[in-house]
């Protein structure tokens, strides 16, 4: 039995939907996503300097084409600077998914327990306002990497 990864799922979903490519900046949180991208050959990176430029790329090319685009951006501030650019594609029905990543902290607690706990920035909550639809996936240890 062949074990596929989240990020190999993902892939694939994307390329059935019709996506040619996925504007981002390369972070450590994303790089089982670019990894997956890569070893797929079916969806090309376009690397950006900033993630606002990468959610705005993908929502020119979606107004354009009329066809599904996506951004993506890692942990902390480069999810929320996907926000405004967001908006301006949300305004504009242009079909658009954004990837933005989370890191999930281990803590030990004075137990010596060790817990997971999300990182303090919640962009999804920030964001609801430009989205029909949001999935956090959460990290626990029974899911697939």
């Given at each position: 039995?062949?074990?596929?990864?989240?990020?190999?799922?993902?892939?694939?979903?994307?390329?059935?939907?019709?996506?040619?490519?996925?504007?981002?900046?390369?972070?450590?949180?994303?790089?089982?996503?670019?990894?997956?991208?890569?070893?797929?050959?079916?969806?090309?990176?376009?690397?950006?300097q900033h993630e606002?430029?990468?959610?705005?790329?993908?929502?020119?090319?979606?107004?354009?084409?009329?066809?599904?685009?996506?951004?993506?951006?890692?942990?902390?501030?480069?999810?929320?600077?996907?926000?405004?650019?967001?908006?301006?594609?949300?305004?504009?029905?242009?079909?658009?998914?954004?990837?933005?990543?989370?890191?999930?902290?281990?803590?030990?607690?004075?137990?010596?327990?060790?817990?997971?706990?999300?990182?303090?920035?919640?962009?999804?909550?920030?964001?609801?306002?430009?989205?029909?639809?949001?999935?956090?996936?959460?990290?626990?240890?029974?899911?697939?990497?």
């Open positions: 039995m062949v074990h596929r990864t989240v990020a190999e799922e993902l892939v694939d979903r994307l390329t059935l939907a019709g996506v040619k490519r996925v504007y981002g900046s390369v972070g450590d949180s994303l790089n089982a996503v670019t990894d997956a991208i890569q070893r797929s050959g079916k969806l090309k990176w376009v690397h950006v606002e430029t990468a959610a705005f790329a993908a929502g020119a090319e979606a107004q354009l084409s009329g066809r599904l685009a996506v951004c993506a951006g890692s942990y902390g501030p480069d999810n929320l600077h996907l926000i405004h650019a967001l908006s301006d594609a949300h305004h504009s029905m242009a079909p658009v998914i954004a990837i933005a990543t989370h890191i999930l902290r281990v803590l030990r607690d004075t137990n010596g327990m060790i817990g997971g706990r999300r990182a303090p920035r919640r962009t999804a909550a920030l964001s609801r306002a430009t989205l029909l639809y949001c999935m956090e996936k959460l990290g626990i240890s029974r899911q697939p990497p």
